[in-house]
């Protein structure tokens, strides 16, 4: 009996692991010539690592899945091979401060009127503890827990100018939560902690200090390649229990008869029988080579392009902080993760880091480079003085989709329609699009299949 993973990245990787509990043989077909998706690593002739995208690693909380996950058994990680962080360190920027302390967006930066008429707003809401609402877009959940002036003041700004370049009213519930948006900073740290007593206020209101609140789990992160070494020792895992991975490869076409699959060929002619098949990447590539007709009026969706520029200074970083969150919508950074805050002991000479910006339009790299360079000196990350000794960009297209009405829609309908055309198939990760951080997925994956 064989099942056949599609798509390398985390979700395929525990998908395949899984699945050889089940069946003699397991496939993992992966396009990229490594898997991993965006978890991969580089190290420079320096030595410095940088990562491409998530880059802090935490439990599930389910003690089976993170000794898979983590080799940790006796939920005991191994101190040698990882740093250890607890509540992560972040930094908030936003008009023209970083707040050192937390990375939630600080209402208390909007000027004092404005600031206090939306917090007088938000206090006097009627707040049912029920907070289950089906809202019909994000402009109508963020007015429903935050208020019209913060909406109008904080949000739109951000998401619509900095980000989504649509109408809050054009978006799907939740498209805040992708930015670090789930909460704000307002008054003063004692009286936020009487509030958060509600719970319909603890949804919205976050700590003054990252050291208060959090999961209980805890980050980590290796101590040596960054945390693609992470995704090599799941490939060491895979290859153990003989899972066969075939990368460089895709799938041209799936065979199906009465609705069972029953073989898959790839690009390079070989043909698998399938007795299941677990699909992680986008649907509409999974209706193309089974040869389903799926008419839609709507085009291919607007998706975010994620450059990455991987910098290393001379000059020591002004904060201690393990990464930064860009609310500022005049800025282009998006995300600064400063892995000399985290990963390094004493004694430094070079200090790195790695700058997210995400745009709906491919940028000029170089003069991009130069403004981030420029924007971690006006957020206080680095002295103006600092002078780079490292640089490399990248640029990530095909990245997360703008979660407009249409998209989900498409997305849904096509997700329904190969879900009944198809018997033997399940749809997780970007497969099925109901889970979109590395937390969720994973618990998603392992539900679905242990």
Known sequence: MRAIVVGGGIAGILSAILLKRKYDEVDLIELDSQLGGLLKSFTNERGQSFDQGSHFLRRTGISELDAILYDTPGNVLDEKKWFTLHNLKGGGFYRGELNSDTPFLDARRLPEDVYQKGFEELLAMPRPEDHRVDFQNLDEQLRHLFGSV???????????????????S???????????????????????????????????????????GG??????????GGVGSWIIDLQTTLSKLGVKVRTGQFVQKIEHETGNIRSLTLSDSTR??????????????????????Y?????????????????????????????IQCHDPEFATSRVTLYSNFQSGQGL?????????????????????????KELGDMHAIPRDART??????????????????????????????????????????????????????????????
């Open 215 to 224: 999961s209980g789990e805890g980050s980590f992160y290796p101590r040596e």
């Open 389 to 450: 000794l490292y640089r490399k960009s990248e640029l990530l297209t095909g990245g997360f989709p703008v979660p407009t009405h249409e998209f989900v829609r498409t997305s849904t309908n096509q997700l329904n329609f190969v879900s009944e055309s198809l018997k033997n198939v399940r749809f997780l990760g970007k497969g099925r699009g109901s889970a979109f951080f590395m937390h969720d997925v994973l618990v998603e994956v392992y539900k679905t299949l242990s």
């Open 170 to 212: 054009d978006l799907t519930p939740d498209s805040h939560w992708l930015f670090g948006l789930s909460r704000i900073i307002a008054s003063d740290s004692k009286k936020v902690r009487e509030l958060k007593k509600s719970a319909s206020l603890d949804r919205i209101l976050a700590f003054h200090s990252s050291s208060e």
């Open 295 to 323: 008419e839609t009026q709507s085009g291919p969706p607007s998706r975010l392009v994620t450059s990455l520029f991987h910098l290393s200074f001379d000059r020591n970083f002004l904060t201690d902080v393990q990464y």
């Open 272 to 293: 698998l029988n399938c007795d299941e098949l677990v699909w992680t990447i986008p649907t509409f590539h999974c209706m193309r080579a089974a040869g389903l007709q």
């Open 150 to 168: 913060f909406t109008d003041e904080l949000f739109t700004p951000i998401l619509r100018d900095k980000f989504y370049g649509k109408e809050l």
């Open 349 to 373: 000479s070079e200090y790195h880091l790695t700058v997210e910006v995400n745009t709906l339009e491919q940028p000029d790299l170089e003069r991009l480079e130069k403004r981030v360079i």
